[in-house]
């Protein structure tokens, strides 16, 4: 038996010989609920696009048929990954070696992009890093600068320096890459935690001064994602790397991504806030649950 209801189907579950009072949603509801918003021929810029995080996005926003800006300091990887996501999707690439510690090259950026590429519709604020684990009365101040001019000041000067067009143009979407290091502090985590928070502030911030415009802003928060994040962080020291990720199962690039284009792609009259993502094992940034996992995962 089925019912409708606001012009959508409702299937009856049939227990007996009277209609259960549980519903199945009919597939044509489902699907409006969970349609995604096209993103086809928008453009994309990403940083840290060479590896990690950066990278799936890059996958997941080639796939979706965006043009792309992909911006690193490892160039060869860049190219490397702009021939694969050529040859897949036949979108169009640009890539460009470029430090987010030097506001310069940020702010320039705009005038070296082809002209095709030049209005950004969607910019993913994704470098990012951690340097060491110390105390605060220990830290290497030298690293926390890197840490702040990475984390902080590059996603200021991309936003100074893309979101006036939006504004212009009266559309667009900001995504920035914090963590759940943005929503609490833990030993050995006071300059990053610091970045990670202001970056959160940041983001709501950005909200607050383009509400009322057509542009939305969004903060992802992950959890504990296997990456070269912790090779960077323990200064590859191999060991130390792979005792973060021990007995635990942790969240993949790729996981991260597809929050990220889900995101994107909600329809025009949805912003969300912030997600945060943790691994199924992890109820905060450092309490996680180490089990004995099955060798194919451990592996």
């Known amino acids: 038996k089925t019912l409708r209801l606001h012009n959508f189907e409702l299937d009856v579950i049939h ?9 199945v949603l009919g597939l044509d509801m489902a699907s409006a609920l969970y349609k995604s918003y096209s993103v086809r021929d928008q453009t994309v810029l990403i940083s840290g696009a060479s590896s990690g995080i950066g990278e799936a996005c890059a996958w997941r926003f080639a796939e979706a048929g965006c043009r792309l800006i992909l911006v690193a300091r490892r160039l060869e990887r860049l190219q490397a990954l702009k021939d ?24 320039s950026l705009p005038d070296r992009l082809p002209e095709d590429f030049k209005a950004v519709d969607i910019l993913v604020n994704n470098a990012g890093l951690a340097l060491g684990s110390n105390a605060i009365h220990e830290n290497l101040l030298e690293d926390v600068a890197t840490m702040v001019n990475t984390n902080i000041l590059s996603v200021l000067a991309f936003c100074r320096t893309f979101i006036p067009g939006m504004v212009k143009r009266n559309r667009g979407h900001v995504i920035n890459m914090s ?3 943005g929503h609490e502090a833990y030993v050995g985590g006071s300059g990053y935690c ?37 090779v960077v962080r323990t200064k590859g020291d191999l060991a130390a790397e792979a005792a973060v990720y021990a007995g635990i199962d ?20 949805v912003q969300v806030a912030d997600i945060v993502v943790l691994a199924s094992y992890q109820s905060s940034a450092r309490n996680l649950a180490r089990v004995k996992l099955p060798a194919a995962q451990e592996a």
């Open 15 to 23: 227990t007996s010989d009277k209609p259960s009072p549980f519903f």
């Open 84 to 107: 694969k996501l050529t040859q897949e999707y036949k979108v169009p690439i640009y890539v460009e070696s470029l430090d987010v510690q030097s506001i310069n090259a940020i702010t």
């Open 179 to 181: 963590s759940i290091a």
């Open 194 to 230: 610091a970045t990670k928070h202001a970056v959160d502030a940041m983001t709501k911030a950005a909200r607050h001064d383009l509400n009322g415009t057509d542009i939305r802003v969004t903060s992802i928060s992950p959890g504990a994602v296997r990456t070269e994040f912790s």
């Open 250 to 269: 942790p969240l993949r690039a790729a996981d991260i991504a597809d929050n990220v284009l889900y995101a994107a792609t909600r329809p025009p009259h």
